[in-house]
C-alpha cells in the first residue's frame, strides 16, 4: 500500500499550525482590540497553492476524517429554481428537491431539464469547496457537479463535463460515472454525501457521511470551466427527496 511521505506530513502539520495561529490572533483581536493591530481573517484556499486536507491525502490514509476538517470550505449551495425539472418540487428555502406527483409551476426556463435532475444556482472556478447532500430519504439518485451547457436531457455522469456518485436502489449498487463509463464502488449505501471540490489540484471527491466522512471516490477533472453542484433522483419514486444541509452539518 502506498504510504503518505514525510514530506506531505511535515505540509499537513505545518498547514494546521499556521491556521491555529491565524485563529488565535483573531481571538486575541477580538478580546483585546486596543493592544493588537486588525487582522485579516484566512483565506486558505487563495493562500495555498492546495488545502490541507485533500482527497489526495485521504485516499492514501484509509482512516476516516473528522468531519469538521471540512468546515473550513464548507459553502451554502442552493437548488435553482430555472434548472429544475417541472416534476420536481423545491422546497426548504431552495435546498430539498421532492419527486412530485404533478408538474410545478415554475414557468418557462430554457435551460430547465427534461429528465429528473436539478442544479445549483452557484458555480465555482477557483478554490477549494464543499457541501453536504443528505441522501437517505431516496432510493434512487447521483449527487455531483457539472458544467452548465450539460444538455438538457443529459444525465449527471454522462458526458464529458460531468461526474457524480449514483445509488440505485433496485439494484442495491453504488457507482462513480464519468464520460458514461461506470467505476462500481465496493461500499454500502451511504445516508449523506459530502463533496469536497478542489480546483486548485482539479479534483473532486465524494464523502459518506456518518460522524465520520469515508471516502468514495475522487475524480480528476478536465475542464476548466465553472462548475455547478448537480443532482438526479429517482423518477418513479414519488415523494423521494434529496436534501442540503446547511453548512454547520445539521
Known amino acids: ?15 494546521a499550525v499556521e491556521f491555529l495561529k491565524r485563529k488565535l490572533e483573531i481571538l486575541l483581536l477580538e478580546k483585546y482590540p486596543e493592544q493588537f493591530p486588525p487582522v485579516q481573517p484566512p483565506d486558505l484556499c487563495q493562500e495555498t497553492t492546495e488545502c490541507s486536507l485533500s482527497p489526495e491525502s485521504a485516499a492514501k490514509n484509509p482512516e476516516p476524517v473528522n468531519s469538521s476538517r471540512f468546515s473550513q470550505w464548507a459553502d451554502d449551495v442552493t437548488f435553482d429554481l430555472t434548472r429544475a425539472y417541472e416534476r420536481l418540487a423545491i422546497t426548504a428555502q431552495n435546498r430539498k428537491v421532492m419527486v412530485s406527483s404533478h408538474p410545478t409551476d415554475y414557468g418557462p426556463s430554457p435551460n430547465r431539464f427534461c429528465i429528473s435532475q436539478v ?7 477557483i478554490g477549494c469547496h464543499y457541501w453536504e447532500v443528505v441522501t437517505k430519504d431516496s432510493d434512487g439518485w447521483a449527487v455531483g457537479v457539472a458544467h452548465k451547457m450539460i444538455g438538457k436531457r443529459e444525465k449527471l455522469g454522462r458526458t464529458e463535463h460531468s461526474w457524480c456518485v449514483e445509488w440505485l436502489g433496485p439494484k442495491k449498487q453504488l457507482s462513480a460515472w464519468h464520460r458514461d463509463q461506470e467505476t462500481l464502488l465496493d461500499k454500502d449505501k451511504p445516508l449523506k454525501v459530502g463533496v469536497f471540490l478542489e480546483l486548485q489540484k482539479k479534483t473532486v471527491s465524494f464523502y459518506s457521511i456518518t460522524d465520520k466522512e469515508m471516502l468514495l471516490h475522487t475524480f480528476e477533472i478536465s475542464t476548466s470551466n465553472p462548475l455547478y453542484p448537480a443532482f438526479w433522483i429517482y423518477g418513479l419514486e414519488r415523494n423521494g427527496s434529496l436534501t442540503i444541509s446547511h453548512t454547520n452539518g445539521t
Open 1 to 15: 500500500m502506498d504510504k503518505i511521505t514525510f514530506d506531505e506530513k511535515l505540509n499537513v502539520v505545518k498547514s
Open 119 to 125: 442544479m445549483c444556482s452557484q458555480s465555482f472556478s
